[in-house]
């Protein structure tokens, strides 16, 4: 085991040439040592750490030797953590074995007194290595209240990230401000820092909201300035509050800027304003005069302006006061006949076997495709597409009908004996998992918002993945939809905006992957995807690469997808 010997000198070099990189939880699968699920958990002892599963739950960790941890997450919360540095324990000038292979992610060197993080060189002007110490951070909730004299958060301020926690219990990093109170003789005093993602420190004294050009920034009374002139975010006002308009220049937040929304949420406790981002809900009610987030009857069982409706998605809001929709179609159903498919809409329907009549039970039939006519995008061209068995895709698609949709959702599409099949098919599931009532287990899809969203189990122990946005993520070939299962095998799924879950089939790709790499999700990571930097500029890289597994192609159904194998 690691020793936990911290040399003095190294730590020198440390204060010395330390980054402003973002500082986040240990992964639980680091810790570990190998891929961590919460059933390797039972309620033991006393917390020594915390670590973040790819479920995007926090667990406290009470034994970093052997791995042991408490079973239940942390609850619904915000919460301050202590990230201890790493520390290091020096191996003089024996290059370690394994230097060519684990440098990037095991061992550092002093290189003319700059300590090189992730560089694999064995040109080292001094030729002193360093192991980096796994597993032995002392990773601590902070309390916010102490009798204490002194402040306890003035010498470890640069090491505070912050947490917001769902009610489901997943948790993502956020920034914010909080407020330390402590005692001196008998005398309530606070400290003000603000956290970022890259630590925390002193927050500066702000100035009197003027409802324009300090929007976001702090306010006279330590708290957030917001877009009503004299309004903001405090601690002595606890609650949701909509931070919209232009920012100030020195906020530490930023506006979404993406899919309609351009607010945020920031909610207030007695000692922390964080943006919230495990707020999601639809149309709440905004008083125009304090900015505050309140619900619908407020606006008559209350007192507060609330004119103007917000819809938020994980903090990120919209203005929906004024929406507009697409009546449903009143006297007839679709109609695929003809040749302007009248009173259809885009997506997919499925109708009786050789007939345009839409399917009303859970039987199988003929799936057809509705899209715009390229040339008059006003008028919606369907096509059967099982007359070409081929063209059926293999997957989750969303019932486009709405005159049976509330009873089947989801056109279930898969293969029977080498022939592809679709049927119209109700969802009961409600979670992810490996068994159990009302349980989706890997490749099957479940609903845990009443039939809103429909998600993807890939392996049987995350939260699952929904729709909404283009993406792809590895799944266990677990035998779903009639592909062959293959024990430690992947196979590729994409996901599109309208919310349907595709396999990727041969027929689908252009240019074949030896490697595909993912984040402790299995979501695709590829040069174009816009998050590529949360995983590329930290070191070391937190990428997961699967290779091409292609023994099994030409056998089985290795001539219809492509396997992949953790690498």
């Not at 040592?33 to 960790?61: L, M, N, Q, R």
């Not at 909509?242 to 993406?258: E, K, V, W």
């Not at 999601?280 to 507060?304: F, H, L, M, R, W």
């Not at 992947?490 to 905006?497: A, C, H, S, Y």
Request: charged share 20%; net charge negative; with cysteine.
């Amino acid at each position: 085991m690691y020793s936990k010997k911290f040399f003095s000198i190294l730590s020198l070099l440390l204060a010395g040439f330390a980054l402003a990189t973002d500082i986040t939880l240990p992964s639980c699968d680091t810790l570990k040592g190998s891929a961590f699920t919460s059933s390797d958990c039972e309620d033991t002892e006393t917390t020594v750490t915390h670590c973040i599963g790819s479920d995007k739950k926090i667990y406290e960790v009470t034994n970093t030797e052997t791995f042991a941890c408490n079973t239940t997450p942390l609850a619904k919360n915000v919460y301050i953590f202590n990230v201890p540095e790493d520390t290091y324990t020096s191996l003089g000038a024996s290059k370690p074995s394994d230097w060519d292979t684990d440098c990037t992610t095991k061992y550092y060197s002093d290189d003319a007194g700059t300590l090189a993080t992730g560089e694999c060189t064995s040109n080292w002007a001094d030729n002193s290595f360093y192991q980096k110490n796994v597993g032995i951070k002392n990773v601590k909730v902070v309390s916010l209240t102490t009798e204490d004299d002194t402040d306890p958060l003035d010498s470890i301020a640069g090491r505070l990230v912050m947490y917001v926690c769902d009610a489901q219990k997943e948790c993502k990093q956020t920034i914010g401000y909080i407020k330390m109170d402590y005692d001196t003789d008998n005398t309530l005093r606070s400290s003000y820092y603000k956290i970022l993602a890259t630590g925390g420190a002193i927050a500066d004294a702000g100035s009197a909201c003027d409802g324009s050009t300090n929007i976001g920034d702090v306010s006279g009374t330590r708290g957030v300035c917001l877009s009503v002139s004299g309004k903001s975010v405090e601690f002595s006002a606890p609650g949701d509050y909509l931070l919209d308009g232009t920012l100030a220049g020195g906020s530490i937040f930023t506006l979404p800027s993406s899919n309609g929304n351009n607010a945020l949420v920031l909610t207030a406790t007695s000692n922390v304003i964080y943006y919230n981002k495990a707020f999601t809900q639809t149309d709440y009610c905004v008083d125009n005069a304090t900015k505050k987030i309140e619900v619908k009857t407020s606006q008559v069982c209350g007192t507060n302006n609330c004119e103007k409706y917000f819809s938020c998605t994980s903090g990120d809001c919209q203005d929906t006061t004024n929406e507009s929709c697409t009546p449903q179609p009143t006297n007839n159903d679709c109609n695929l006949a003809t040749s302007d498919a009248q009173n259809c809409d885009k997506g997919y329907y499925l109708a009786d076997a050789g007939t345009t009549t839409l399917v009303d039970d859970g039987e199988e039939g003929d799936l057809y495709e509705c899209k715009e006519n390229e040339v008059t995008p006003a008028q919606i061209d369907c096509t059967n597409i099982s007359e070409t068995n081929k063209n059926i895709p293999l997957g989750y698609l969303i019932n486009a009908d709405y005159q049976h949709n509330s009873d089947y959702p989801i056109i279930e599409c898969y293969l029977n004996q080498g022939t592809r099949k679709c049927k119209a098919v109700d969802v009961t599931d409600i979670s992810c998992g490996t068994s159990g009532t009302n349980v989706a287990t890997a490749g099957k899809i479940f609903s845990n918002d009443g039939k809103t969203t429909f998600k993807i189990c890939l392996d049987g122990t995350n939260s699952g993945i929904k729709g909404g946005a283009a993406l792809s993520y590895l799944m266990n070939a677990s035998g779903t939809l009639g592909i062959t299962a293959k024990a430690d095998n992947f196979i590729v799924v994409n996901i599109d905006t309208a919310g349907n879950i595709k396999i990727e089939l041969k027929d689908d790709v252009t240019t074949v992957n030896k490697y595909k790499f993912t984040n402790n999700n299995k979501k695709i990571i590829t040069r174009d995807s816009t998050d590529k930097d949360t995983y590329c500029t930290v070191d070391p890289i937190t990428l997961v690469d699967y290779k091409l597994n292609k023994c099994e192609d030409g056998v089985a159904d290795g001539d219809l997808v492509y396997y992949y194998k953790s690498a």
